[in-house]
């Protein structure tokens, strides 16, 4: 007696199904940027160690990077906390889950719970109607990287550390506590102990922190690195820039001798600095800021250095030579009471000694 006869309309399906696939296709070419970026990091977490302290450092992460114990890493600003604490979740079975670094010092204290504990929806005003992960429950199975810890407000201890005990945290607003797992590191450049001290950190927190701390030097205290670190920076900042930057020894020499009060990023900014405002193609000494060639300790030696300087700027053979020997000669008269020292001191005869000093008298 009747028909139904249903139909509809499929372009908007149609488009749909297209802007779907159009966006599967965007997120796979994200996806594989984001892989080659992690790729790149990874490149870049190259950690350069010549001197003693910092390859026992090294040696230390990777030692404990494949536990779960808790690391605080210790030390002035800019000498590489951050760094080795990648380095700690690089090497850890965690790799391929998230790191989550948490700066204590840059989140308002109002926003800290929220921030670190996550809400549920509606739990207070101003909140995201849907409710919001914490950092963490970003962190689970991976690691939770605690910057500066030593600026966390003393509310904010007392509940990190419950989280710390009981692996366990509760969003606000809240009723279900979740299990989470997580490896903690923590960084600070204040000195933990005298804040515990001054009431102003607790000690019972600063104990679940304090499983194993590493200690890191300012730069000035393991100068070994500084030869290997500019050159590591000249070679990156380079090839950064295409530019093909050269730096004389005697600059190496000062630089090492300087006391870096920035530590490894002030060294970093330094080299960039140079090779984007220096026009001849080799930094000298000269070419460097007042600030740092007024604060170098001269080194006790500059016989060496006088003499690597020699050998870059002249190409005349005889005259090079002539120059080298007046400086050994100079030094050697300087060192030793008699001529005869001098010679042995020289490995030349005693006879040649006087010849040499009369025709360097006048350097003397
Ligand atoms: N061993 C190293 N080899 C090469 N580069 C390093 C090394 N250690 C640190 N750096 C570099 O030095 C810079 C400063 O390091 P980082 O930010 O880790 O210092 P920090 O101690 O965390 O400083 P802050 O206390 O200011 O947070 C970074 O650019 C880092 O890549
Ligand atoms: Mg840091």
Redesign the pocket.
């Known amino acids: 007696v009747r028909v139904i006869s249903y139909g509809q309309d499929q372009t908007e399906i149609l488009q749909l199904q297209d802007q779907f696939e159009q966006l599967q296709r965007k997120v796979k070419g994200y996806q594989t940027e984001v892989e080659d970026l992690r790729e790149k990091e990874l490149d870049?977490?190259?950690?350069?160690?010549r001197s003693n302290e910092?390859k026992h450092i090294?040696k230390t992460i990777h030692n404990v990077s494949k536990t779960d114990a808790t690391i605080l890493?210790l030390?002035?600003?800019?000498?590489?906390?951050?760094?080795?604490?990648?380095a700690v979740h690089d090497q850890s079975n965690r790799k391929k889950e998230p790191f989550i670094e948490v700066?204590c010092s840059t989140i308002p204290e109002s926003l800290f719970e929220s921030e670190i504990f996550g809400y549920e929806p509606g739990s207070f005003t101003g909140a995201n109607k849907q409710g919001r992960q914490g950092l963490i429950e970003q962190a689970d199975s991976g690691t939770l990287f605690l910057?500066?810890i030593g600026e966390l407000p003393l509310a904010m201890q007392a509940k990190l550390l419950k989280v710390l005990q009981e692996k366990k945290i509760k969003r606000i607003g809240g009723k279900k506590e979740n299990h989470i797992n997580f490896r903690l590191v923590a960084?600070t450049?204040q000195d933990l102990k005298e804040m515990v001290s001054q009431g102003k950190f607790r000690l019972d927190l600063f104990y679940r922190l304090n499983v194993i701390p590493i200690q890191?030097p300012a730069l000035h205290e393991r100068k070994e690195?500084i030869p290997l670190?500019i050159q590591?920076?000249l070679e990156k900042t380079n090839d950064k820039y295409q530019k093909y930057k050269k730096i004389h020894p005697s600059t190496y020499e000062v630089l090492t001798h300087y006391h870096w009060p920035g530590?490894?990023?002030e060294?970093?900014n330094l080299i960039e600095r140079l090779i984007l405002t220096i026009e001849e193609p080799i930094i000298f000494p000269e070419h460097l800021p007042q600030s740092i060639t007024g604060q170098v300790e001269q080194p006790e030696d500059s016989t060496f250095l006088a003499i690597e300087q020699e050998c870059v700027e002249n190409f005349d053979l005889k005259k090079t030579l002539e120059n080298v020997e007046r400086q050994l000669i100079a030094k050697a008269w300087k060192k030793c009471k008699t001529t005869y020292e001098m010679a042995e001191h020289l490995g030349i005869s005693q006879p040649t000694v006087i010849y040499k000093l009369k025709k360097y008298k006048q350097y003397l």
């Not at 870049?44 to 160690?49: E, F, P, T, V």
């Not at 030390?75 to 990648?86: D, L, M, N």
């Open positions: 870049n977490h190259y950690l350069i160690a910092t090294l890493l030390g002035p600003s800019g000498v590489g906390k951050s760094t080795f604490a990648r700066n910057d500066e960084a450049n890191i690195d670190l590591h920076y530590n490894i990023r060294l970093e």
